[in-house]
C-alpha cells in the first residue's frame, strides 16, 4: 500500500508531519543501493514468470480431470482452483510496492492470453487422445480456458478495486 498525502490527511495528521514523512520518504527511495533498486524491480518480472509457470503447470495437471469428467463438474473444479490460484497470485502481488498502473495492466493483458493459449494447448491435446474418444468425453478448449481465466481474473480484479476503493 503506497502512502499519499491523501491517506495521511485521512489518518488525522497534521501538514507537517505529512510534509516531513513524504521527504523521508523521497530522501530513502532516492537513497536506494544499485543492488536493491534492481531486485525491487525484478521482483515483479520474477512474479509474473511464476504465474505464468504456475498456470502452465496447473494446466497439464488438470489432464485427468480433463480425461475423466463431463463438461459441469470439470467447469465446477477449474473455476474454484482457479479463484484459489488467483487469490494466491494477488497477495503475491499485493504484497510487491512501486507497483504502477502499467504493471498492473501488463499482467491483465499478458496472464489472460498466456493462459487461454495453454488451457486451448492441453485440452485439444487430451480431446485427441484415444482415451477421451472411448470415454467420450469431449470439452471445448475455448470454454474450458475462458472458465479458469474468468476465475483468475475475478480474483485479480477484486485486489485491484480494492486499492482503488481504500
Not at 98 to 115: G, Q
Request: aromatic fraction near 10%.
Amino acid at each position: 500500500m503506497k502512502i499519499t498525502k491523501e491517506r495521511l490527511t485521512e489518518k488525522g495528521w497534521s501538514e507537517e508531519e505529512i510534509d516531513k514523512t513524504m521527504a523521508i520518504l523521497h530522501r530513502a527511495k532516492h537513497n536506494i543501493h544499485p543492488h536493491t533498486y534492481l531486485l525491487n524491480k525484478s521482483i515483479y518480472w520474477i512474479a509474473l514468470v511464476l504465474i505464468i509457470l504456475g498456470n502452465f503447470i496447473f494446466s497439464i495437471m488438470l489432464i485427468p480431470l480433463i480425461l475423466t469428467l463431463s463438461t459441469w463438474p470439470l467447469y465446477l473444479i477449474i473455476l474454484l482452483i482457479a479463484l484459489s490460484f488467483g487469490v494466491i497470485m494477488s497477495v503475491i502481488i499485493k504484497d510487491i510496492e512501486d507497483l504502477e498502473a502499467k504493471h498492473h495492466l501488463i499482467i491483465l493483458l499478458v496472464v489472460p492470453i498466456i493462459a487461454i493459449i495453454n488451457f486451448f494447448i492441453v485440452v485439444n491435446v487430451v480431446n485427441n487422445d484415444l482415451l477421451t474418444k472411448v470415454l467420450n468425453h469431449y470439452h471445448n478448449p475455448l470454454i474450458v480456458g475462458l472458465v479458469y481465466l474468468s476465475g483468475f481474473m475475478l480474483s485479480y480484479s477484486y485486489l485491484i478495486f480494492e486499492e482503488k476503493w481504500k
